[in-house]
Each structure stands twice: as structure tokens, then as C-alpha cells.
């Protein structure tokens, strides 16, 4: 199984400021997948970030609000831009099994964003 | 387009009871994966269980198991002898080719 570690893993920030969150995964992958966690919402799938291409934003995700960077196959940075009070939430990244099929998909711990 | 539809937002056993929690899909997709995922008050999201679109068997892992009724497009997690730990909320999700996607959420409690 992969291990994802997150950093941070919570922050505080005032509004109109970024924030960049980094995973970091114990084994190469070719995709990683950034979710969004809303307050006592389930998780909304924001972007797919592939080493080597832009990344892949879902409907209603914008690279300008949250740019992504995938330097390598085992790490990854996602932005929030310019953020506002309805950006607090858990943002996760995650990443498919080491073989890329579809049985397994692990999760990091998670960065608890508070805006204020 | 993916849609994942579980129907339960809270549920109550008793421990030491089995209980099962719902969750339903819709794709047009013939391949496909289903997972379920457990999310304890930390936050973390804890892999349990999967199940894909050409497995002919119910996928079982220890006290888990996935009811998978393909042609009624369900994909039922059963949780045998429940546990206080066990209260969490539960995800259901869908992977189609690259991407997963999750239902609502059922909020599971356990009670001594």
C-alpha cells in the first residue's frame, strides 16, 4: 500500500491570502487526484494531476484558483488562491495502488483549511 | 455521468449486531470498481473494501462484506458484529478509468 503524507496538516489563514499544500507519496505514481472536503459534505474530486501534463480540472475547479504542480511521480502541490471563508475545508490528495488498477486507492491524512 | 447514491444519512446498531448500509450507482460504463471507505472524527480516510464491475463473488474482508447486486446497480456494505469503533461515516464511491467518485455519506453509530 502507498503511504501519502500532507503538509500542512491544518492552517489558519485570513482571506484574500494562498495557501500551498504539498503530498508526498512513498512510491511512484502516475496519477494523483486532489479532493476537496467541505464541512459535513462528502468529497468532490477537484483535479487529476499526471507527471509531466497539466492537470486534469473537474466542472466548477479552476487552475487560476487552485493551481496544481507535479513535479515528479511522488509528489505534488495544490494552491487555494486568493481564498475566502467558503474555502475552508479538508483537502486531500490521493493516489490509485503502486500498480495503477482499480482495486485499491489511498488517501493522505488530510489539510484542515480554516479561513477567516 | 457518475451519480453515487447512498440513501441513509445516519444510522443506528447495536453493537455486537450486523448492520447494513446502503448505496447505489449509475454508469454506463461495463467497467467499473466500488469501494467503501471509512472516515473516522480524525478525518482520515480508511480504505475497507472493494468490489469490481466483473467479480462474480461479494468481496468480504474480515467483518466487511459488499453485497453487489449488479443489475439492480447496489452495492451494499454489510458489517458483521459491530463495535464501538466502528462508528464513523461511511462512503460509498465509484471508480470509472481514472477518477473516483464518492455518495453523500452515511453517519454509522454504534451503541453499547
Known amino acids: 500500500s502507498a503511504v501519502i503524507s500532507q503538509k500542512p496538516s491544518r492552517d489558519i489563514c485570513q482571506r484574500g491570502t494562498s495557501l500551498t499544500i504539498q503530498c508526498q507519496v512513498d512510491?511512484?505514481?502516475?496519477?494523483m487526484f486532489w479532493y476537496r472536503q467541505q464541512p459535513g459534505q462528502s468529497l468532490t474530486l477537484i483535479a487529476t494531476a499526471n507527471q509531466g501534463s497539466e492537470a486534469t480540472y473537474e466542472s466548477g475547479f479552476v487552475i487560476d484558483k487552485f493551481p496544481i504542480s507535479r513535479p515528479n511521480l511522488t509528489f505534488s502541490t495544490l494552491t487555494v488562491s486568493n481564498m475566502s471563508p467558503e474555502d475552508s475545508s479538508i483537502y486531500l490528495c490521493s493516489v490509485p495502488d503502486q500498480g495503477d488498477s482499480y482495486n485499491e486507492q489511498f488517501f493522505g491524512p488530510g489539510t484542515r483549511l480554516t479561513v477567516l | 455521468a457518475q451519480k453515487i447514491t447512498q440513501t441513509q444519512p445516519g444510522m443506528f446498531v447495536q453493537e455486537k449486531e450486523a448492520v447494513t448500509l446502503d448505496c447505489t450507482y449509475d454508469t454506463s460504463d461495463q467497467s467499473y470498481g466500488l469501494f467503501w471507505y471509512k472516515q473516522p472524527s480524525s478525518g482520515e480516510m480508511i480504505f475497507l473494501i472493494y468490489q469490481g464491475s466483473y467479480d462474480e463473488q461479494n468481496a468480504t474482508e474480515g467483518r466487511y462484506s459488499l453485497n453487489f447486486q449488479k443489475a439492480r446497480k447496489s452495492a451494499n456494505l454489510v458489517i458483521s458484529a459491530s463495535q464501538l469503533g466502528d462508528s464513523a461515516m461511511y462512503f460509498c464511491a465509484m471508480r470509472e478509468l481514472n477518477d473516483m467518485r464518492f455518495g453523500a455519506g452515511t453517519r454509522l453509530t454504534v451503541k453499547p
Open positions: 512510491s511512484q505514481v502516475t496519477m
